[in-house]
């Protein structure tokens, strides 16, 4: 999956507050990402995170 900092995340399921968009801010092993709605930020393994993306959209 082809995934780069900066990008808008569109998950499965979403986050408590009812965004499921995220930024991506860091990627290796691991992705850490922003929430778009409340600006909480999250790490998760990339295995994890990339089974649960539905959309990607570029910056």
Same mark, same amino acid.
């Not at 092993?29 to 922003?34: P, Q």
């Given at each position: 999956m082809? +995934?780069?900092?900066?990008?808008?995340v569109?998950?499965k *399921?979403?986050?408590p #507050? %009812?965004?499921?968009?995220?930024? +991506?801010?860091?990627?290796?092993?691991d992705?850490?990402? *922003?929430?778009c709605? #409340? %600006?909480?930020?999250?790490m998760?393994a990339r295995?994890?995170?990339?089974?649960?993306?539905?959309n990607?959209?570029?910056?």
């Amino acid at each position: 999956m082809d +995934i780069q900092v900066g990008d808008i995340v569109t998950m499965k *399921k979403q986050h408590p #507050c %009812g965004s499921k968009d995220w930024e +991506i801010l860091r990627i290796g092993a691991d992705f850490r990402m *922003k929430c778009c709605g #409340c %600006g909480h930020m999250v790490m998760i393994a990339r295995t994890k995170a990339e089974k649960n993306i539905k959309n990607v959209s570029r910056k």
